[in-house]
Nanobody
Framework: QVQLVESGGGLVQPGGSLRLSCAAS????????MGWYRQAPGKERELVAT???????TYTDSVKGRFTISRDNAKNTEYLQMNSLKPEDTAVYYC???????????????WGPGTQVTVSS
């Protein structure tokens, strides 16, 4: 079994910072691309940022310059550093990873259960 678990969400004032973590565990052979998505109430889930195994990153326009995605391949963990947070960043944040389980020939797409981020004064 492979699992992703997020941590680090919470309530923060506008302009504040939070750091999300996502740890992958279980019978893992390798992890390819990882990413963060978010879903605000009444809206569709949207891609926030991605990072390849080699460290190449992409960001949605609304978070460029404020959010930084990173990963520690030795720990099977990815991070999302969120600075200058705005009320419109309020959402449930989900981590995502393309993982090759041990003994499998195919990459599978895995999701964490989500962590709430609320930006409010």
């Amino acid at each position: 079994q492979v699992q992703l678990v997020e941590s680090g969400g919470g309530l923060v004032q506008p302009g504040g910072s939070l750091r999300l973590s996502c740890a992958a565990s279980g019978s893992i052979f390798s992890i390819n691309a990882m990413g963060w998505y978010r879903q605000a109430p009444g809206k569709e889930r949207e891609l926030v940022a991605t990072i390849t195994k080699g460290g190449a990153t992409t960001y949605t326009d609304s978070v460029k310059g404020r959010f930084t995605i990173s990963r520690d391949n030795a720990k099977n963990t990815e991070y999302l550093q969120m600075n200058s947070l705005k009320p419109e960043d309020t959402a449930v944040y989900y981590c995502n990873a393309a993982i090759l389980p041990r003994g499998s020939l195919y990459l599978n797409n895995y999701w964490g259960p989500g962590t709430q981020v609320t930006v409010s004064s």
